[in-house]
């Protein structure tokens, strides 16, 4: 494909080829001109993403990027600020088509959160794209003629990416070295540089064939770029081929895993007359027999439920405990999200409400907990919480004062089992907030609830970047979803069994080893 590209780009006609010509159009373009190439170019690389995850576009619309900052006027102050405002049209362009699902979180009581869906679907979107903004400037900063200005874009891109991942509480979600990560063997080298590294090389690479257009003293030059970036692909292929051929998937003994996605819907979990209801689905589903286990719960040893599982607050229902210890086999536990309170704050405008992880045996006895650390900024606390409480403004999960956060992650004790590192829900997308090296445990364990965003790009967003830390961390992830994907994943990201989203189900399966 990227061959074919070159040989339409490099074609003549009257002593100039397609891709000079083509550059010439997006350097000389000025206002909504400019704005709209940059757009699209935006808009175009959100392909990219999963799903449809098509990653060789990039190869169309990186290379623009580098024209747009050819085309900058002024010395590089001023050509900066015209690089940012570039890079802002891009990154709205890349953002809204990429985080529109971000929406339907809004749509589950529409009645009192309706009127803030077009800040989250273009508000959102228009302050991300302030990162990509400073990318461009950094980038027009550094700018040098010549190819040398291709790892000028890396450099800053990636820089600005890593900001986005941490500034404010950070949001990395559809970083651009995502990219990389469909085809299985090159997903491989995040084990060797991470996200951060698969984004430096995903920003080179593909915006390589710019250089294809330089002047006529570069066009001798102007291959070396995209051939150095096809050696660079086709190393990390058969790097991550030898990768996957020399690792077999290996299997802890004695641990049968049962994953329960009830597909639940997002306005049964906050609605506490329909606790009955939800613990019988859920008891049901969970005995039920499958092609792998005909004989229900009898050897499964660990069953495992997706975050906030309950209309409830789990430590306070002890009837509702009693049926999930006499539901479990002996020598079973179950692994399931919930929120739960402590005792009263001090302050009545503050809440003790946390979500969490119980792990519970069959005497109903509470083995270990987990308290999320890292929340969800509008979903389970408000900046400025008082001030935005005061006009009206409350949290999606309705929690005056917002849900508390955990003190730090660390592995859980799991029995027969190796310890967990616990990630609930949206934790799983920071690569840079997994535990220290000696404190990750023997499995990741991901928790979440996806029924927000309805059938949508998300959720499988959502699993892709949760594919990627085991990738990273050398561990197997354990995924159970509300509504989907759950999937058992080895530690090379290889998926042993997965549900379908929108799909109510079990997963018998078992653990790989790390």
Partial sequence: MVDALSYKLTQTEGGVSAAQRLRQAVVSARGWRRTLIACAAGAGSALADAPPHVWPVLFVTFPVLVWLIDGAKGQRARGAWECALAGWWFGFGYFVPGLYWIGHAFLVDAETFGWLLPFAVLGFPAYLAIFTGLGFAGARLLWTPGALRILALAVALTASEWLRAHLLT???????????????????????????????????????????????????????????????????????SWRLSATPTAFVEGVNLRLMQPNLQQDSKFNYSAKDQVMSHYLHLSARQT????????????????????????????????????????????????????????????????????????????????????????????????????????QLTKVAGGLIAGASRHPIPISRAPPALPLLCYEVIFPDEMAAPGERG????????????????????????????????????????????????????????SLPLGAEGLLDAPLPQS
């Avoid at 920003?203 to 003293?217: E, H, K, N, Q």
């Avoid at 996806?450 to 561990?475: N, V």
């Fill in 442 to 497: 023997g499995w990741l364990l991901n928790l979440t609830n996806d029924g927000w965003f309805g059938i949508s790009s998300g959720p499988y967003q959502h699993f892709q970047q949760a594919r990627l830390r085991a990738i990273e961390q050398g561990l197997p992830l354990v995924r159970a979803a509300n509504t989907g994907i759950s999937a058992v994943v080895d530690p090379l990201g290889r998926v042993i069994s």
């Fill in 291 to 394: 092609e792998q286990r005909p004989d229900g719960l009898a050897h499964v040893t660990h069953l495992i439920w997706p975050e906030s599982a309950f209309p409830f607050y789990l430590s306070s229902e002890p009837e509702a405990l009693a049926q999930l210890g006499a539901m479990l086999p002996e020598g079973a536990v179950l692994i399931t999200g919930a929120d739960r309170t402590g005792s009263p704050p001090a302050n009545a405008a503050k809440s003790d409400t946390r979500t969490s992880i119980y792990v519970i045996d069959h005497h109903a006895s509470v083995l270990a907990l987990y308290d999320k650390v890292h929340l969800v900024p509008f979903g389970e606390f408000l900046p400025f919480q008082a001030l935005l409480e005061r006009i009206g403004v409350v």
């Fill in 170 to 240: 950070g949001f990395p979600w559809n970083a651009l070295g995502y990219a990389l990560t469909s085809p299985l063997p090159l997903a491989q080298a995040a084990s060797l540089f991470g996200i951060w590294g698969l984004t430096f090389i995903t920003v080179a690479v593909c915006a390589s064939p710019a250089t294809l257009a330089d002047g006529p003293s570069e066009i001798s030059r102007g291959w070396l770029a995209p051939l150095l970036a096809l050696v660079v692909l086709a190393a990390l292929a058969l790097f991550g």
